[in-house]
């Protein structure tokens, strides 16, 4: 993998080789945030703060450094049980995800 910056996605940059593996991020990633927002909407703080934690430690672990962030802030107001910030920090970064996917 190389170093690089791409807009959003900073970090690791995939290799075509590495597809695959960008696409099983971006797709698995999706669908934790649509239950991150689903258990958000539901008022079910104890899920959504462990899908909001699992979304972040997925984006740091390949550099999306701009993604963990608006996860850990979902994190921050959902832990304050500022649940209109958590969903604004949520759409934030589903924003982010669907702008850097496949």
Known sequence: MQREHN???TGLHFRRSQVPLKRLFFE??????????S???????????????AIKGAALFVGFSALADAASEA??????????????AIARARQL?????P
Do not use: K
Request: net charge negative; hydrophobic share 45%; charged share 20%.
């Open 7 to 9: 807009e959003g996605l």
């Open 28 to 37: 698995a990633n999706a669908q934790l945030m649509d239950h991150l927002a």
């Open 39 to 53: 258990a958000a909407a539901r008022d079910d703080v104890q899920t959504a703060l462990r899908l909001a934690h």
């Open 75 to 88: 994190e921050v107001h959902l832990r304050r049980s500022h649940i209109g910030a958590a969903t604004s």
């Open 97 to 101: 995800l669907c702008a850097g996917g």
